[in-house]
């Protein structure tokens, strides 16, 4: 099993930043990717952005391109989500999630963090 732990939510006016982290722990070799969703009140879980522990490469929704940025460190199983110039809109839960490859349905996602709420005053 992994287990996913989050941390870096909180209430931010719009405009400004916050950096979510995700910690993964227990049979992290089986773990090759690593993700963000968000889920919104109302509304289904989207994928917000990707990394792949082979080669780095990185994926992102469209609509937080040129905002977010998602990092990791391989050897500490930690994945980050930089957020900035951030939007009312961009409030709802974050949730990190491990698996074999990026992809953008979360439903090809075994492993998921507990979630951390991120909220975007206006």
């Known amino acids: 099993q992994v287990q996913l732990v989050e941390s870096g939510g909180g209430l931010v006016q719009a405009g400004g930043s916050l950096r979510l982290s995700c910690a993964a722990s227990g049979r992290t070799f089986s773990i090759y990717a690593m993700v963000w969703f968000r889920q919104a009140p109302g509304k289904e879980r989207e994928f917000v952005a990707g990394?792949?522990?082979?080669?780095?490469?990185?994926y992102y929704a469209e609509s937080v391109k040129g905002r977010f940025a998602i990092s990791g460190d391989n050897a500490k199983n930690t994945v980050y989500l930089q957020m900035n110039s951030l939007k009312p809109e961009d409030t709802a839960v974050y949730y990190c999630?491990?698996?074999?490859?990026?992809?953008?349905?979360?439903?090809?996602?075994?492993?998921w963090g507990q979630g951390t709420q991120v909220t975007v005053s206006s």
């Open positions: 999630a491990a698996g074999r490859t990026v992809t953008f349905t979360q439903y090809e996602y075994r492993y």
């Open positions: 990394i792949s522990w082979s080669g780095g490469n990185t």
